[in-house]
Nanobody
């Protein structure tokens, strides 16, 4: 299990930017992948972006070109820079850590941080 603490959410106008941070309780280089998910009211949780321990990144189509996931291994922190935010980006954003053990994946989640984009 990994403890994750998120920060950086808030209220922003459309077109604005926010940066989310997720601090992990262990070396992020020892975690198979870390990612950001979001869940809007009445919708399922969805992947926004993730980054593997090798540094390979993956983005949802809705995030491509606007969001950037990055990491600082010295701080055991993963970031999500969100630019050109849209009202449809409004959601609770969750940090996720995935540890692979054999054929099983173990997921840890942060408490979530609210992002609200006003039009």
């Amino acid at each position: 299990q990994v403890q994750l603490v998120e920060s950086g959410g808030g209220l922003v106008q459309a077109g604005g930017s926010l940066r989310l941070s997720c601090a992990a309780s262990r070396s992020i280089l020892s975690i198979n992948a870390m990612g950001w998910y979001r869940q809007a009211p009445g919708k399922q949780r969805e992947l926004v972006a993730d980054i593997s321990s090798f540094g390979r990144t993956n983005y949802a189509d809705s995030a491509k070109g606007r969001f950037t996931i990055s990491r600082d291994s010295a701080k055991n922190t993963v970031y999500l820079q969100m630019n050109n935010l849209k009202p449809e980006d409004t959601a609770v954003y969750y940090c996720n850590a995935r540890l692979t053990s054999g054929i099983s994946d173990i997921h840890s989640w942060g408490q979530g941080t609210q992002v609200t984009v006003s039009s």
